[in-house]
Each structure stands twice: as structure tokens, then as C-alpha cells.
């Protein structure tokens, strides 16, 4: 089994890896990710808010329904001419007064509750479009850095893929399978050397018949890290 070609190939493809993690682990790039996080956020909070206050408001309109009801019943009560009536029914009248009165000032106190939940509501949901807005806006600026980035090395990585393209082309069909499916798995280098007894990467010890069937067969997976060990 010759590995030359597959080592050459992993050589090429190790400079690809590195751009594809300068790419993911770009800072612009994190930062972007936050800010939409942030945005969307904002954007459920808002709808939240706009949702709470409708509902305040629908109950501010029926109590001030109810208020204006409370009102007419009490003017109606002192509508009439008090001197005429008996003293029992004076004191009822007075008595209903006495309640009209007390419940006007419950609904008044429940009124002026609510409008100080709704300026609460309204603030909140003022400083939530406000965040909104400014994580959208860092975005865009964040966006372009990062974009400018991708620009400058999109090209870099579009000839490596060519040369990969190329160099795959001599490795055995086998052998670059096993390469593949271990590279969509993130599992760089693949192909790492037998380090005296140990492997390249993770330096697990290998026992002896271990060593011996790599000898052998000249590959053999790490049970540890997955890669592949050679020896040459
Ligand atoms: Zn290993």
C-alpha cells in the first residue's frame, strides 16, 4: 500500500482546514451570530409586549365603561327631590349613594393601576425596539467585516480545491474514503504517524500485537482518536 499520495493529498488539505477554521472561528463572524440571536430575541419580546398592552387597553376601555355607568347611577340617585321622600327611603337612597361612591373609587383606583402597567409595558417595549434596532445595525457592520474576510479568502480556498481535485485523483479509491468520511466528521490530520509505540496524535500506547498488525497491514485505526496510524 502506498500512502505517499494520500499524505500529499493530507499536506493540501491541511491548508484547507486551517481557512475553513479561520472562517468559522472568526470573530466578526461570532459576533454575528450573537447579534441575530439578540435581534430575534428582541423581535419575540416586542410582539410580547405589543400582545400585553392590547390587553391592558381593552380592559382600561371596559372599565372606564363601567365608570361612566357608576357616574350616571349616581347623578340619577341625587336627580330626584329628597325632601319629598320619607326618611326610610332617604336613608336607602343614601345607603345606594354610599355604595355608587365606594365602587367609583375602586374602579378609579383600578383605572390608574392599569395606566401605570400600560406606561410600563410601552417603556419596556420602547427600549426593546431600541435594542432591536441597534443589534441589527452592529450586524450590518459586523456582516461586512466578516464578508470582507470571506472575500479575501474564499479564492484561497477555491485553488486548494482544485489541487485537491487533482491529488485525489492518484490516491487509492479505499483510502480516500476511509480519508473523507473521517474529514465530515472535523478529524484532522487523518493520517498520523506511529510515534515509537504510541499514536502521532493522541499518544495512546499501542499493544504489541497492536504494532504488529500495523507493521503488517502498514494502517490501522487508533481506538482512542479515531485516526488513522501509519508506519513507514
Ligand atoms: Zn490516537
Redesign the pocket.
Known amino acids: 500500500m502506498d500512502l505517499k499520495n494520500i499524505l500529499d493529498y493530507q499536506k493540501v488539505d491541511g491548508e484547507l482546514f486551517n481557512l475553513e477554521n479561520e472562517l468559522a472561528s472568526d470573530p466578526n463572524k461570532l459576533k454575528c451570530v450573537s447579534l441575530n440571536q439578540t435581534a430575534k430575541e428582541s423581535q419575540i419580546r416586542s410582539n410580547q409586549l405589543e400582545e400585553q398592552a392590547g390587553i391592558i387597553l381593552r380592559e382600561m376601555s371596559e372599565l372606564n365603561k363601567n365608570i361612566e355607568i357608576s357616574r350616571k347611577n349616581g347623578e340619577q340617585l341625587l336627580g330626584v327631590n329628597l325632601e319629598k321622600l320619607s326618611k326610610e327611603d332617604l336613608d336607602e337612597k343614601l345607603s345606594v349613594k354610599d355604595k355608587v361612591s365606594q365602587n367609583l373609587a375602586l374602579l378609579d383606583k383600578r383605572l390608574t393601576k392599569l395606566a401605570e402597567n400600560i406606561n410600563n409595558v410601552l417603556g419596556e417595549f420602547n427600549k426593546t425596539i431600541k435594542k432591536y434596532n441597534v443589534a441589527k445595525e452592529e450586524y450590518q457592520k459586523f456582516k461586512a467585516s466578516y464578508d470582507k474576510k470571506v472575500d479575501e479568502i474564499q479564492p484561497k480556498m477555491d485553488d486548494l480545491k482544485k489541487q485537491l481535485a487533482i491529488l485525489e485523483k492518484k490516491v487509492e479509491t479505499k483510502l480516500m474514503q476511509a480519508y473523507l468520511s473521517k474529514r465530515k466528521d472535523k478529524i484532522f490530520p487523518v493520517f ?1 504517524k506511529l510515534d515509537g509505540n ?7 500506547e499501542l499493544s504489541a500485537s497492536a504494532i504488529n498488525k500495523l507493521k503488517e497491514e502498514k494502517i490501522l485505526q ?6 488513522i ?1 501509519y508506519f513507514d
Open positions: 498520523v504510541t499514536c502521532g496524535r493522541c499518544r495512546m487508533c481506538e482512542h482518536c479515531r485516526r496510524i
